[in-house]
């Protein structure tokens, strides 16, 4: 008789202990990106944040939404992006400062992937680039689990403009969920140089 493999569900416990995972990796990665100008952690941005926010899988030949933030919160909802800023007349637009109102009401997760936030015309043809467009090119193409080696038009303007992008998105998310990134950012920098001048020198 052979034996099948055993299966094991993760618990709600579980599920909130990797999505506190994630939520710290974003911390210290985009600490590392803004403050020390390490743009590499940049690849590690996209993969967490395709994690908590917009994973997805595949049963059943249905697309079944996997995102840990619906695991801990069924219908979370975040803060909406600041309008556009344009161009110029027909080149297309661009969110310029801050990416993110706080003033206005927050929206739904799904309604809040969609946003624009970035747009260009290319040759004739306009390119709307969604929040979700940031993360899944990044993550999926362009470094943050896999690299392609030929990108189509979407995926190369986001691999061109990820840089200032992603952390913004991280910003947003954390504001929107109730994190301190500055609180945190002290933190966790004051936990590094302790460790450092309690290992260094050993």
Not at 111 to 135: A, E, H, P, R, Y
Not at 162 to 179: A, E, H, P, Q, Y
Request: proline share 2%.
């Amino acid at each position: 008789m052979t034996r099948r493999d055993l299966i094991f569900e993760r618990s709600n416990l579980g599920i909130l202990k990797k999505y506190n995972e994630a939520m710290k990796i974003l911390e210290y990665s985009v600490m590392l990106v803004n403050l020390f100008e390490i743009k590499e952690f940049n690849n590690v941005i996209a993969g967490q944040l395709r994690l908590i926010l917009c994973d997805t899988t595949k049963k059943d030949n249905k697309v079944i939404d996997n995102s840990l933030i619906r695991k801990i919160q069924p219908n979370p909802k975040l803060f909406q992006v600041n309008e556009l800023t344009n161009f110029s007349d027909g080149i297309g637009g661009f969110i310029a400062g801050e990416m993110f109102n706080y003033d206005k009401p927050t929206i739904p997760l799904k309604t809040w992937l969609n946003q624009v936030i970035l747009s260009i015309n290319l040759q004739g043809k306009k390119q709307d680039i969604s929040i979700k467009d940031f993360i899944k090119f990044s993550a999926n193409k362009s470094g943050g689990a896999h690299v392609d080696p030929i990108l189509k038009e979407k995926a190369f303007i986001v691999d061109n403009h990820s840089d200032r992008v992603l952390s913004n998105i991280t910003i947003g998310l954390f504001r929107s969920v109730g994190k301190d990134l500055k609180k945190d950012s002290g933190a966790n920098l004051a936990y590094l140089i302790d460790k450092y001048k309690e290992k260094a020198f050993e």
